[in-house]
């Protein structure tokens, strides 16, 4: 038992050396925090999920873009969003938003729902 302890504590302290400065993994839990105080929701609901009214009925849950680039709409939008600056919206809150998206659950199709499929 103490082999394996000194084992895993070696393996931590190469990996602090090897990628030092490396963020930790992004929370989808904290994302979705930032994401109703930084005010998204208003324009692209709870869930991501776009409005025709105030997102032109973009769906951002589960999108397509990298994160980079997610970042840097966010940064520079074009449209009527606003920008959100790293002094408004921290790197760290935007890479939880990014993850807080990602893991909204994908729509079912339209022919596994019995009333829009006519099952």
Not at 12 to 18: D, K, P
Not at 39 to 48: D, K, L, N, P, T
Request: aromatic content about 8%.
């Amino acid at each position: 038992m103490q082999f394996v302890r000194v084992h895993l504590q070696l393996a931590a302290v190469a990996v602090s050396l090897v990628a030092p400065g490396t963020a930790l993994a992004a929370s989808a839990e904290n994302g979705k925090t930032a994401y109703v105080k930084n005010g998204c929701w208003q324009c692209h609901g709870y869930e991501g999920q776009g409005s025709v009214t105030t997102s032109a009925g973009r769906v951002i849950a589960g999108t397509p873009l990298p994160a980079d680039a997610f970042s840097a709409y966010v940064r520079r939008p074009s449209g009527a969003m606003p920008p959100f600056s790293a002094a408004i919206l921290p790197d760290a809150d935007l890479a939880d938003i990014y993850a807080y998206l990602e893991a909204r659950p994908k729509p079912k199709s339209s022919k596994d729902i019995p009333l829009l499929s006519g099952q």
